[in-house]
């Protein structure tokens, strides 16, 4: 059982950055694709961005050129750098991972608890 731990969510102002980590219990380089999701109150949760195991990236349209999704094999750890922070981007942010090899929005096999990410304006 693979279990994922983010953290690195607050409390910022518009305009502003934070950078969400995600520790995972398995060492990710098993792992073909791990992704960041959000769910906003009342809303359906979405994908954020996603990463294969070779590097290629899927980002949402909402977050291109803002948000910067990475990994580090050596650490185990998935990360989601957050730029130009905006009110809109306030949301529950979780991660996911499994060895299916698909970027897009999908359900994955193993889901962290998530972190808030509040954004003030």
């Known amino acids: 059982q693979v279990q994922l731990v983010e953290s690195g969510g607050g409390l910022v102002q518009a305009g502003g950055s934070l950078r969400l980590s995600c520790v995972s219990s398995t060492i990710i380089a098993k792992l073909n694709v791990m992704a960041w999701y959000r769910q906003a109150l009342g809303k359906q949760r979405e994908l954020v961005a996603a990463i294969a195991r070779g590097g290629i990236t899927n980002y949402a349209d909402s977050v291109k050129g803002r948000f910067t999704i990475s990994r580090d094999n050596a650490k185990n750890t998935m990360y989601l750098q957050m730029n130009s922070l905006k009110p809109e981007d306030t949301a529950v942010y979780y991660c996911?991972?499994?060895?299916?090899?698909?970027?897009?929005?999908?359900?994955?096999?193993?889901w962290g608890q998530g972190t808030q990410v509040t954004v003030s304006s």
């Open positions: 996911a991972a499994d060895s299916t090899l698909s970027l897009r929005p999908r359900e994955y096999d193993y």
